[in-house]
């Protein structure tokens, strides 16, 4: 079970975002210190789809699975909230967004947990994986 102290907010664009977008984003957000766990969520792309395509995170290319809708994020603290609009709203000009704050992410191991990443599994990646995917989830290292 994860530290229930920890903030978690949800990043929702008013439509789901290009490939572009995601990854001005997700590279602004990795600047940021204090962001701890992300979840990208979206309708599964196929590999022969235009939206379907390798974008570059920090100094990490991932393959966008997804078309991205909302992205969920677990803080350090809540300090880093003013950072994160900052960020949404110097990425979000051309349509609206909302940054919600709640509890978006699992706190005990599912049963998907379970059979993904066994009785031991790291407390840490909780909720992260997708029972549909074959390849397990990305990790990539932020400012901290």
Known sequence: MTDT???QCRIAGERLLNPDTVERL?????????VRRMIINGPRLSTAHEMSRVIKVGNQEIQLEVHVGTIIL???????????KAVCDE?????S???????FMKTEASLVD???YG??????????????????????????
């Open 26 to 34: 997700l590279n602004k957000i990795c600047s940021i210190c204090g």
């Open 114 to 116: 379970y059979a993904k």
């Open 119 to 144: 009785p031991d599994a790291d407390k840490d990646m909780l909720g992260l994986s997708d029972p549909k995917s074959r390849s397990g989830p990305v990790i990539l290292q932020g400012s901290r």
């Open 74 to 84: 677990e803080l350090e603290n809540r300090d880093v909230i003013p950072a994160l």
């Open 5 to 7: 102290t920890f903030p």
């Open 97 to 103: 967004y909302r940054l919600q704050e709640g509890r």
């Open 91 to 95: 990425i979000f000009t051309k349509f």
